[in-house]
């Protein structure tokens, strides 16, 4: 079946301007996540989505940064007054959530932000 | 919160050798081990994973054994073949959280054939 999916794939935004990146998490996943890669390191965690609340935010890393999943499936990070540090990769993962335990987080193949 | 090093950073080795990463993770409520193996420029995948119920896991070529005494866990490729060549990437679930991951910088593999 289709996995997880991002777009767009490549953003190339300019210093102060708004940008909105998208998740489609796989159908019938109820957890989404959101992560960040910066060159060379591991994916850092922003945010978790259980249906369509936040369940925990402490990733985020600052008040521009903010994510939305309205209706429990697709998901949208938005970044305001983008910043030359924002530049990375955008991971976005989705899982079962089976109860009372951990499952596997499938990954999309990421947005690679630039922010000139 | 969670803390996980790994070691190396960058691994070459020849064709049909045998490839060992080592990770260590500093929360002793962690529980779960996966591992994900991440191409250039595409998404990482898991490739295996463990929890902290069992000592060793296998899948063909693949394996990662936990020391859950020690905190440290580690992945060895055996017969590695040239698409083994990846960044790979250990991880950890704090039991606190039962969701977030924490990776390792990651380990550049490159088999030469």
């Known amino acids: 079946g289709a996995g997880v999916s991002q777009t767009p794939s490549n953003k190339v935004t300019e210093k102060g301007k708004y940008v909105e990146l998208r998740c489609d998490p796989i159908?019938?996943?109820?957890?989404l996540y959101w992560y960040r890669q910066s060159l060379g390191q591991g994916p850092e965690f922003l945010i978790y989505?259980?249906?369509?609340?936040?369940?925990?935010d402490s990733g985020l890393p600052n008040d521009r940064f903010f994510a939305v999943r309205p209706e429990g499936s697709v998901s949208t990070l938005k970044i305001q007054r983008t910043e030359r540090g924002d530049s990375a990769v955008y991971l976005c993962?989705?899982?079962?959530?089976?109860?009372?335990?951990?499952?596997?987080?499938?990954f999309g193949p990421g947005t690679r932000l630039t922010v000139l | 919160g969670e803390n996980v090093e790994q070691h190396p950073s960058t691994l070459s080795v020849q064709e049909g050798d045998s490839a060992v990463i080592k990770c260590t993770y500093s929360?002793?409520?962690?529980?779960?081990f996966p591992w994900y193996k991440q191409e250039l420029g595409k998404r990482p995948q898991l490739i295996i994973d463990?929890?902290?119920?069992?000592g060793e896991k296998k899948d063909q070529r693949i394996a990662v054994t936990l020391n859950k005494t020690a905190k440290h866990f580690s992945l060895h490729i055996t017969e590695t073949q040239p698409e083994d060549s990846a960044v790979y990437f250990c991880?950890?679930?704090?039991?606190?959280?039962?969701?977030?991951?924490?990776f390792g910088k990651g380990t550049l593999l490159t088999v030469n054939p």
């Open positions: 993962a989705s899982s079962t959530r089976v109860a009372g335990g951990q499952d596997e987080q499938f």
């Open positions: 159908s019938g996943h109820t957890a």
């Open positions: 989505f259980q249906g369509t609340g936040a369940a925990d």
């Open positions: 929360d002793s409520a962690s529980n779960y």
């Open positions: 463990i929890r902290s119920n069992v």
């Open positions: 991880a950890a679930i704090s039991g606190g959280s039962n969701y977030k991951l924490t």
